[in-house]
């Protein structure tokens, strides 16, 4: 009986194909912001704290990523006190709130693989879940991987206003004029694995 359950075992791993789990380096990978509003952009980084993927027959099956919302950091202003101010904005309550939600978390739910024309040249779609302020909403993300060298690049565009971040929005407030922030915010994603 045993027997017959090892052999069953392993043509199941034959036949379904081996999942690979994948850590990503937070040392190297890296998400980068870019926010839009009338009179012009900001952008920045944030790092990933830690997380992994699923691979099986060069698709990704599973994964999870944990972004450090603490990390947060603005690129673009190179006045100290103006970069600080825009940084601590970005922590409290009107956007991320990172005293109460320190992390974000990308998790991965399926992939198929696709070529869609982009500047990327895309060959992964993934659906993925992503939670900002315990706000868990589904998105579609497009990836360019290379299976071989585990790395990835990906460009998200979500409407922050579904995680409850409403701030500066012509959406609910009226009047802004040109201090008005649009909803999409741009994230781009440079993943690589740990060796």
Do not use: C
């Amino acid at each position: 009986m045993r027997i017959l359950f090892l052999l069953f075992f392993a043509s199941f791993i034959i036949s379904e194909g081996i999942i690979d789990t994948v850590w990503i380096d937070n040392s190297i990978s890296e998400v980068e912001w870019i926010g839009n509003k009338i009179s012009g952009s900001h952008n920045g980084k944030v790092k990933i704290k830690n997380g992994y993927v699923l691979k099986k027959n060069d698709l990704l099956t599973g994964g999870v990523v944990i972004i450090d919302m603490e990390s947060i950091s603005v690129d673009d202003i190179k006045h100290e006190e103006w970069n600080l101010s825009l940084v601590q904005h970005l922590k409290n309550e009107d956007f991320f709130d990172v005293k109460n939600f320190p992390t974000a978390t990308l998790k991965i739910l399926s992939s198929q693989r696709s070529s869609i024309k982009d500047k990327l040249n895309s060959n992964i779609e993934i659906l993925g879940e992503l939670t900002i302020k315990n706000i868990t909403n589904k998105i579609p993300m497009n990836l360019y991987i290379d299976f071989e060298k585990n790395i990835s690049k990906g460009e998200l565009i979500i409407d922050r206003t579904k995680w409850d971040i409403k701030y500066g929005s012509s959406s609910f407030f009226d009047n802004l004029g040109d201090r008005a922030i649009y909803n999409d915010f741009i994230l781009k994603f440079n993943l690589s694995s740990k060796k």
